[in-house]
């Protein structure tokens, strides 16, 4: 089995080091898959849906990713965000209040900068919803979908 070495880092925490056969990632142009012996490249990341799969024809470990990059060199990836989080660690009410507050924030006139930066609140907010969402089913789909990373 091909693998490579994997460390994710978000700013609070080192999410997850070790073996990882795939790796995908939301990148500014779409998706990008990272396997063994990847070509080397640095990819920018934008918020959105990250999954992994640490050994061939393993489960799917799902978490929600922040802006940040992923540097791809020498059989290992390195990716850095501002956040990463596993679907069960986001907290719900917190996420429907930011996005709330995101989209009075759009109503109202804004600065082309503070345009933007509510723009990603609300990007981060949908992300960690939809996230949340997607594996608060049963606990064999949240067990099966979205396994333990460690």
């Given amino acids: 089995m091909a ?8 700013s609070r925490r080192v999410f997850y080091e070790g073996p990882c056969h795939c790796l995908i990632i939301p990148a500014l142009d779409g998706e990008q898959a990272i396997m063994a ?5 640095i990819i920018a990341i934008q918020t959105g849906e990250m999954r992994m799969q640490t050994e061939e024809n ?6 929600m990713v922040g802006q940040g990059f992923c540097q791809v060199a020498h059989n290992r990836a390195t990716l850095l965000a501002d956040e990463v989080e596993r679907p069960e660690e986001v907290d719900v ?15 109202q006139k804004q600065s082309a900068r503070e ?3 509510t723009q ?7 992300v ?3 996230g949340a969402e997607r594996f608060s089913g049963s606990p064999d789909r949240r067990r099966n979908g979205a396994g333990d990373i460690r």
Avoid: T
């Fill in 37 to 41: 012996r990847h070509e080397e490249m």
């Fill in 120 to 126: 990603a609140a609300m990007a981060r907010a949908l």
């Fill in 93 to 107: 009410h917190r996420a429907q209040e930011a996005l709330q507050n995101a989209q009075e924030q759009m109503r």
């Fill in 3 to 10: 693998v490579f070495q994997l460390k994710i880092i978000s």
């Fill in 128 to 130: 960690r919803l939809r």
């Fill in 58 to 63: 393993g489960d799917w470990q799902y978490a």
């Fill in 115 to 117: 345009y933007h930066l």
